[in-house]
């Protein structure tokens, strides 16, 4: 059998595979039929609960209110009877560890009646609390093992569905993952607190302008990146397998460089898979909206409608496990991967972030009135407050090792944490902060007295190298990997928000606003204030130039390159200072996050260099080997019949070979020091296994480009992002 034999009989199966039917085509079933049919959402429980019941529920969700006993015994019981008439056997308490990954333990509603039989049971405290064994889920030190219990705890504001499977059906309850303290061990927990915490404080400012009594809630929306690619490829390749990118691979001959893929005719194979996804998300009540190709050959994104954030994070978790779940039905594996090829565009999570309520409307959008503007004024300012004062922050919670590859990488945003405004909000913060006329209209714009001119909303691919871009109505937050939960970010952009409007109520509540005119000059003067701190933030001009990394350092903007930098800002005292002043989390559960994400970039570093060795010992240096010795052979073969041929390419893979052998040795023993300790190990693995691995990389690679296609056992860049 040839070197080559996994590659070419990969290729021939794609060629040759029949086309994936979905379940029912949308053609013959509406969406509006199956939005939402697995949900047990508030429709459904108004339909089915006694009045009553339904009214204290919807109170809890809508404001909080503690829920008793007998109101849950209720709503479980007739969650219960849906989900039976739905097939369900099982119910699972869903939970979403700091792993970012979800997590669910099921059990079966059926239990022995005592007289031979069975009998579906689901009470209300089972509904409420369930205990799943948690000690295998990272806690960063909160949980010793003695006392490893973790609890899971409804969430009444995220609604229950169903889970589908060929052989059965699952009910799923959204919880909170706590341990026996009450600490968060997950990463909704803190998402609800940050959700209250900024509710409290964007009262305060709303009160002065009578639009304050509704919940401020924060809304997000998440553009999901994600590359298809068949799977054949992606089990011949352990890298992909094991790590979910490839750590090797030659560039293809043809990349991207002719961008003739991005927003292209959608592949027939991709785009069955996308409708049967679409529709598995519709089916959970998730309004996923856009769908289109990305930059990268083989690269695609999907897009819901926004949502209240905790809802928006647990829709985002599912689109993700959809996504997964129904490509593997098309033959294909969905790489959540930031950076599963080297030298093509990677993956993000553009995470578009505003803040409203019912009587306040969306606070990011600047409104056609005096008044509208102000507090559309006041709400901004303390965006960029807060992007600001906690860009380090802002960074720490995108980092991790994935992303790493990403950020600054001239496709998405660099690690230096600015916001761009766009040049009409610009003006109009310059107009009142320094007193400059406004172009458009030749005077000075007053807060409470003129109406904003008109700020353009975002046309999608306008400066799109901003980490936190205005885009018209709100900002969106473009450092997010593909492969990351959102809470984390909307946690840090909610506690933020929640300190700088802390901070601006604070400034408004002393002034004298006791008429509108004199509120609008206290809007003006917070205003100036805030724009003339922070100005130094704002950046409208291209990210990803060199010249803009020199500008930043002389305005002493952070840049935090890598996720060894990033991740011990959470240690610092102004940071667990912040969570804890606000109640998101305690100093000891933001140290404990601090470990977990620590202990998951060491771990994935050690991860990709033990299968890196291994390939390359196993896989690319016999190859090599093999090669050689057939120049070997060829030559001393001419040389018998008096020929003098080239020795060049054997002497380059000869070269090659030893060079590799180096780079292997050199990596191992990179490994073999590996120091102790958190954050010297983080380090280490930054500044010592890391460029090992790029060593060993970059000699594989050119080996690749040299060696016998025919003795070449991988599937290449070009197979894998070409031929689907
Ligand atoms: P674009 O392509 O210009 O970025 P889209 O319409 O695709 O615009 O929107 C991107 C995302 O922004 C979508 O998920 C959308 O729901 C979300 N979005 C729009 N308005 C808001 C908002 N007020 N809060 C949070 N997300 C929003
Ligand atoms: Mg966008």
């Known amino acids: 059998m040839s070197g080559n034999a996994v590659r070419l009989e990969a290729i021939s199966e794609i060629i040759n595979q029949q086309p994936v039917g979905t379940t029912v085509p949308f053609t013959e079933v509406s969406t509006s039929d199956i939005f939402g049919e697995n949900v047990f959402s508030l429709s459904v429980m108004q339909k089915r609960l006694p009045k009553d019941t339904y009214k204290l529920l919807k109170a809890t969700i809508e404001a909080g209110a503690k829920l008793d006993a007998s109101t849950a015994n209720a709503v479980a019981a007739e969650m219960k009877s849906w989900a039976l008439e739905r097939g369900a056997t099982h119910y699972a308490h869903v939970f979403y560890p700091l792993t970012g990954l979800t ?151 043809k990349g991207q460089e002719f961008d003739d893929h991005y927003f292209g005719a959608i592949p027939e194979r991709v785009l069955a898979c996308m409708f049967e996804a679409e529709r598995e998300c519709f089916k959970l009540g998730i309004p996923v909206k856009t769908r289109h190709n990305e930059v990268a050959p083989g690269q695609y994104e999907i897009a819901p409608v926004f949502e209240f954030s905790n809802l928006a994070t647990d829709h985002q978790q599912l689109i993700m496990v959809n996504l997964q779940k129904v490509a593997e039905k098309y033959g294909m594996v969905c790489l959540l991967h930031e950076k599963p090829f080297q030298g093509v565009n990677g993956s993000g999570k553009h995470l578009n972030f505003s803040m409203g309520s019912a009587n306040a409307g969306n606070l990011f959008d600047p409104g056609a009135t005096p008044a509208e503007n102000a507090q559309f004024l006041v709400f901004c300012a303390a965006m960029i407050r807060a992007v600001f004062h906690w860009a380090p922050l802002l960074r720490a919670v995108v980092a991790s090792a994935s992303n790493d590859h990403r950020l600054g990488a001239n496709e998405a945003p660099p690690a230096i944490l600015s916001i761009f405004l766009g040049d009409e909000l610009t003006e109009v913060f310059e107009s009142i902060a320094k007193g400059k006329e406004l172009g458009s209209r030749k005077r000075v714009m007053h807060v409470g007295a003129d109406v904003l001119p008109e700020i353009p909303r975002d046309s999608g691919d306008r400066n799109r190298t901003s980490p936190m871009a205005f885009t018209g109505n709100r900002f969106e937050f473009r450092a997010v990997g593909s492969n990351q939960s959102i809470a984390g970010p909307l946690v840090a952009m909610n506690t933020i928000m929640a300190e700088s409007l802390d901070f601006c109520a604070t400034k408004i509540e002393a002034a004298d606003t006791s008429t509108p005119k004199k509120l609008g000059a206290a809007v003006e003067a917070l205003v100036k204030e805030v724009y003339l701190e922070c100005e130094n933030v704002i950046f409208n001009g291209d990210g990803y130039c060199d010249e803009w990394h020199a500008e930043a350092a002389k305005r002493g903007l952070p840049n935090l390159k890598t996720t060894a930098d990033a991740l011990p800002v959470l240690k610092t005292k102004e940071v667990q200072d912040l969570f804890e002043k606000y109640d998101v989390l305690s100093a000891r559960e933001t140290e404990s996050r601090y470990e977990v994400y620590s202990e998951q970039y060491t771990m994935t570093i050690n991860v990709e260099s033990n299968i890196m060795l291994k390939m390359a010992r196993t896989t690319i240096f016999p190859a090599a080997v093999r090669y050689q010795g057939e120049l070997a052979i060829s030559l001393a073969n001419l040389k018998d019949v008096g020929i003098d041929a080239d020795t060049d390419t054997l002497t380059y893979v000869t070269k090659l070979i030893a060079t590799m052998q180096g780079a292997i040795k050199a990596l191992k023993a990179a490994k073999d020091g590996e120091p102790e300790g958190t954050e010297a190990a983080c380090d280490y693995c930054r500044d010592t296994t890391i460029p090992a691995m790029e060593a060993l990389r970059e000699v594989a690679d050119k080996i690749e480009s040299v060696v016998a296609d025919d003795l070449w056992p991988l599937p290449t860049y070009q197979e894998m992002l070409f031929i689907r």
Not at 111 to 124: R, V
Not at 175 to 186: I, K, M, N, Q
């Open 103 to 253: 997590a669910e333990k099921h059990d079966s509603f059926y239990t022995p009646d005592g007289k031979g039989g069975t009998l579906a049971e689901f009470e209300g405290d089972t509904l409420v609390q369930g205990e799943p064994d948690g000690s295998s889920f990272p806690s960063g030190g909160i949980r010793q093992t003695f006392e490893a219990r973790g609890y899971t705890i409804w969430d009444v504001t995220s609604p229950a569905y169903i889970m589908e499977n060929p052989n059965g059906t699952t009910l799923c309850i959204p919880t909170a993952f706590v341990s026996w303290t009450g600490e968060a061990l997950d990463k909704k927990t803190p998402v609800l607190r940050s959700m209250q915490a900024l509710n409290v404080q964007a009262q305060r400012v709303l009160k002065f302008f009578g639009t304050d009594g509704a919940f401020v809630s924060s809304t997000a929306g998440a553009e999901q990146e994600y590359f298809l690619i068949d799977k054949n490829f992606f089990y011949a390749r352990p890298d992909l397998l094991n790590a979910g990118r490839t750590l090797f691979g030659a560039a293809p001959p």
